[in-house]
């Protein structure tokens, strides 16, 4: 017969996965209904929250309470002169001017001109296809000793109809402003033009032969880096042994957040082997999320893990439905760490005055924040989304302090995910590569289009440049097209 130890036991065991399931089913529902942001504003008209309603008698035993010692300082500059409007949007200048010139309707025969009203209007025409027609002059020469013809002039791909122009644009559509291939197919047509879909896939795979040395060459720099971000991001894959579904393949990505650098290696699946071949000369600093594939990197003498703070704030959001005053706290001072990278961020400060500034402000709130998560863990329920965001942040927390060491690590690892996102945006329109080595070129091509978004490069007019530069440039100086080191004809 069980005592009533027992059934105490097990009704606490119960409270506990009852607990678990309802904070399951609210992170299914806020992934299904709810808003992305992760936003935090602290509650000021509710004291009680930030001491948990803890009697006077067990306030000794929490230190919550100090949380009342925390709050924000809200910096806001008065307005003392009234501000200009600053008018309509003033148009750039480089922008083709057509001019149309309004005479009035009445007699002007005996008037003296004064003036103009001038108005700019914006407007647009669709871009345009037109034809490249290339003559070559042919000479005989005297005597009948043969025949002179201009050389042919080098191309992007010689037995392919396509130019340099066009061959950027469909690869910018697609990588860039996420149209699938099929629907640019439908788009020629409008034009007039019947252009194949197998025609577009080949023109896009005879891009990224050509682009390679490129990409291999920012593999070589990326690896040359003492500091990277890592994260992977999935992608579906038609895979001809599959039959009637996708496999699950991975871009890898790794992100120079110092120098402006990203590249994205495609790999069939998420295990170890991917990041170990990529980075087993790697020395330096780097940066992940909490997936445990990547304490294997912490044994290794030259490399450093640190870990990212954005992901440990995400777990206390999470857990704001299961207990909403321990998750406001937490978040609050994930604020107030952010605080401080926004002022260094504001100010421009360089790396050994960020350091400092990290130091004297952020550390006593890690130090604080920590002690206070200690003394919380043993008194949440084992299986809450609250004890899980308190084990995280606990089991991870060397590597989480770690960036308070050196004014060039980031706080979080949202560099690289900011480089991710465009994948994210493009898989929802073109759905899945159409085979591995499909998926492969989209990792080449998200690679330097991204470093280029990082220089602030218009992609097409650097892939359009490059385009008609690589047949005929030397392979020694291949560093030069690199977005970060390009310059324009």
Known sequence: MQSTEDYKIKYEEALGEIALLKAELQQLRKMIFGS????????????????????????????????????????????????????????????????KIIEPAEDITHCKKIGEEITEELEYEPGKLYVNKIIRSKYAKPNNEGIITAPMIERPLPKAIAGAGLLAQIVIDKYVDHLPLYRQT????????????????????????????????????????????VDESPIKVLDKDKKGETHRGYFWVYHNSTEGMVFFEYRPGRGREGPEEMLKNFKGYLQTDGYPLYD???????ITVLHCMAHARRMFYDALENDKARAEYALQQFALLYNTERKAKQEALDETTIMKLRQTQAVPVLQAFEKWMKEQYIQVPPKSAIAKALQYCLGRWNELMLYTSDGKLNIDNNPVENSIR??????????????????????????????????QINPFIWLRDILQRLPSHPINKINELLPQNWSPL
């Open 36 to 99: 992305k942001h992760e936003r935090f504003i602290a509650s000021e008209n509710n004291p009680s929250q930030l001491t948990l309603n803890i009697q006077a008698e067990q306030r000794a035993e929490c230190n919550i309470v100090d949380a009342k010692k925390i709050s924000y300082t809200k910096i806001t500059t008065e307005v003392t002169e009234n501000k200009a409007h600053p008018g309509r949007m003033k148009l750039p200048e480089h922008l083709e001017r057509r001019e």
């Open 186 to 229: 439908e788009r020629f047509k409008r034009e007039g033009i019947q252009i194949p879909y197998s025609t577009l896939t080949d023109w896009v795979s005879g891009t990224c032969k050509l682009i390679t040395p490129l990409y291999d060459a920012l593999k070589t720099l990326i690896l040359q880096s003492n500091y990277l971000h």
């Open 296 to 302: 294997f990197f912490k044994q290794k003498e030259d």
């Open 422 to 455: 465009p994948v994210a945006i493009g898989r929802k329109n073109y759905l899945f590569a159409g085979s591995h080595e499909a998926a492969a070129r989209s990792a080449m091509l998200y690679s330097l289009l991204g470093t280029c978004k990082l220089h």
